[in-house]
């Protein structure tokens, strides 16, 4: 989750003082980006970027200024800016961290992402199986990145049907995360991600209570994220699809419909990958017209605005094709 950059930067104390302002313009940014004003929120990130360059200071700084704003350019289809912005974030983090750092394990999956994002496995694989090789290493120098990496490696291993190691690597995710003060959300996030595991494996009871622990989590912030609140609501719905509990199903698909449509517009992508969850929760639950609809639909927003793959929320429960699985 390419957002969550410069806050882990925060967050561990790693941004010198000097750039704490530049923190919170980053901050600010990724509030527009999580709306999905995607253009507002490039425009900061390249204004921070900009400055930390006229500094010639802190890799550090410039390696996550330039990693959130590929991050923008991908979320606008972008994908030669966002290559090119993300190749230099992964080159100026190895630079400060080293080559088998958290932080670059980090840079690596992001640069593998905008590229599988962009339909090009070839580039990616090789970035994978770099990023499956370390991103075990080091557990304990920076414990935020490493709970997100060790997220992302237990996805990957989801990928080569390797769930017992998968199921472990979550719950070391977990472990990390409650390590951290105040990093409540990224629990949520992992809890999300690993009940969509559960309801792909038809471990319901499991998927449940970690859709539920999430769920208390969410209801316990003030002001929850509304990515969170979006992967939480088409999370519990692709689960209960999958237990056949066909009305909280529908409840959590109209509630993520509701949040998408809601904040991001009736033409978005995040909207149309949302609307393709529904409709994979609905055949599950035996609806297959309605499904058709809503998968028509989802397509002619994608189709408007040239996009086949959005990122932008933590779960694709359809798949989790979004996030990139490596190739064995």
């Not at 941004?15 to 600010?28: C, F, K, S, Y």
Request: charge should be neutral.
């Amino acid at each position: 989750m390419r957002v969550l950059v410069v806050c882990a930067l925060i967050v561990a104390g790693i941004l010198p003082a000097q750039d704490r302002t530049m923190a919170d313009r980053v901050l600010e940014a990724q509030q527009f980006q999580a709306r999905g004003d995607f253009q507002r929120a490039e425009s900061i990130f390249l204004e921070v970027l900009q400055e930390a360059e006229r500094r010639g200071g802190d890799l550090r700084a410039m390696a996550a200024a330039l990693d959130n704003l590929s991050g923008a350019a991908a979320d606008l289809g972008r994908y030669a800016d966002a290559e090119r912005l993300s190749l230099r974030a992964l080159a100026a983090t190895q630079k400060a961290t080293g080559p088998n750092s958290p932080a670059t394990a980090h840079a690596l999956w992001n640069l593998a992402a905008i590229y599988m994002e962009a339909g090009r496995r070839d580039a990616a694989d090789p970035l994978l199986r770099r990023f499956e090789a370390i991103a075990p290493r080091d557990v304990q120098s920076d414990p935020v990145h490493a709970s997100e990496n060790l997220e992302n490696l237990a996805i990957s291993c989801l990928g080569r049907r390797a769930f017992d190691q998968a199921m472990e690597l979550f719950q070391q995710a977990l472990d990390l995360a409650g390590q951290q003060p105040g990093d409540s959300p990224r629990t949520a996030f992992i809890l999300i991600d690993r009940a969509v595991a559960y309801g792909h494996l038809r471990r319901y009871e499991e998927a449940v209570r970690d859709i539920a622990g999430a769920g208390e989590i969410v209801s316990g912030l003030p002001q929850a994220p509304l990515r969170l609140r979006l992967a939480l609501a088409v999370a519990s719905g692709f689960v209960y699809a999958r237990a056949k509990q066909e009305a909280n199903a529908r409840r959590w698909m109209e509630e993520a419909v509701r949040l998408a449509e809601g904040n991001y517009g009736p033409a978005h992508p995040i909207l149309a990958t949302v609307l393709r969850n529904y409709a994979t929760a609905l055949r599950e639950t035996g609806h297959k017209k309605e499904a058709v609809a809503l998968d028509r639909r989802a397509a002619l927003i994608l189709d408007s605005s040239h996009r086949t793959e959005p990122m932008g929320i933590s779960v694709d429960a359809n798949t989790l094709a979004w996030r990139p699985w490596p190739q064995k």
